[in-house]
């Protein structure tokens, strides 16, 4: 995921702490949450397709 977009859920995220989010800031930041997740997700599925096990016997 792009450094960009991080960074807009960081912003989104402090601004909802402080002040409250629009509808379409709301909007935004559950897509953008959801992509993230989307990309860990993945990320982590690949790690463990990459695993081998070795039994030392």
Not at 13 to 20: I, L, N, R, T, V
Not at 43 to 57: A, G, M, Y
């Amino acid at each position: 995921m792009e450094k960009s977009k991080i960074d807009r859920i960081n912003f989104l995220a402090k601004k909802s702490k402080e002040e409250g989010l629009s509808e379409g800031e709301l909007a935004e930041q559950k897509a953008l949450r959801e992509e993230y997740l989307s990309a860990v997700r993945r990320n982590f599925r690949q790690t463990l397709e990459s695993i081998e096990i070795v039994d030392k016997k």
